[in-house]
């Protein structure tokens, strides 16, 4: 698979291959995040933290399966290629892929949402009591987020099929059920219809695609 051109659009689409860090689908991995997220957001609210823990490695999970398909036709297969996770470290080293294989580019549906962002989806909600619209919101904040890059970097290289093509797999993408009624998505605009709690966060403020206008006069924002 072609993985270095992805590393080029940014630390979001950069994927290692070879060994490290734990198995993505692991309980015990998937705690260490929330408690990673937690201590740098500086708060004790778990929902907050496995909110935003969800939107990032979903952020992550999309921006390789999208910007793949977009720049090379395939998509890597993430799930059957035993994808690892470290879920102390940050982009870009924070996954590493042992396997790499391939995919058709038509997968990218199959092999990102349904075969790693559903379970990881139920493993955050084992470790945390949360909302799964909210979770599922936060999964197409992070899709409209990585088009937004994808497109962009496209454009200023002069490669504008490459970015009229994101923007189609994008839209794409949001007819999943699980996508479909998460926000409303105008070429590469995006306003979700949850909130993901980061107004909670000490020092935090408003997400530009939020569904709300003003944090809540009654949010706590605790440490």
């Known amino acids: 698979m072609r993985l270095d051109e992805l590393a080029d659009v940014g630390p979001f689409f950069a994927l290692r291959t070879g060994e490290g860090g734990l198995p993505l689908l692991g309980e015990e991995t998937v705690r260490q995040r929330v408690a990673t997220v937690a201590a740098r957001l500086g708060t004790d609210d778990t929902r907050v933290a496995a909110s935003i823990a969800f939107q990032g490695i979903a952020g992550r999970l999309l921006s390789i399966g999208l910007g793949s ?11 059957a290629g035993g994808l690892r996770w470290e879920p102390t470290s940050a982009a870009p080293d924070d996954l590493w892929l042992p396997s790499p294989a391939a995919l058709p580019g038509e997968d990218l549906r199959t092999a990102v949402v349904q ?15 949360i909302s799964s619209p909210l979770l599922w919101g936060n999964a197409g904040s992070s899709l409209a987020g990585s088009l937004r890059v994808l497109h962009t970097w496209c454009l200023g290289r002069n490669r504008t099929e490459d970015a009229a093509r994101a923007v189609a797999l994008t839209h794409e993408l949001f007819t999943d059920p699980l996508l479909r009624d998460t926000g409303v998505l105008s070429d590469t605009t995006y306003i979700r219809r949850t909130c993901c709690l980061y107004y909670r966060v000490p020092g935090g403020g408003m997400c530009g695609d939020c569904v709300l206008r003003h944090p809540p006069r009654h949010s706590a924002r605790r440490r």
């Open 115 to 129: 075969d790693l962002l559903v379970p990881l989806h139920d493993l955050i909600r084992t470790v945390t009591p």
């Open 69 to 79: 398909a977009v720049l090379t036709g395939e998509v890597p297969d993430l799930a």
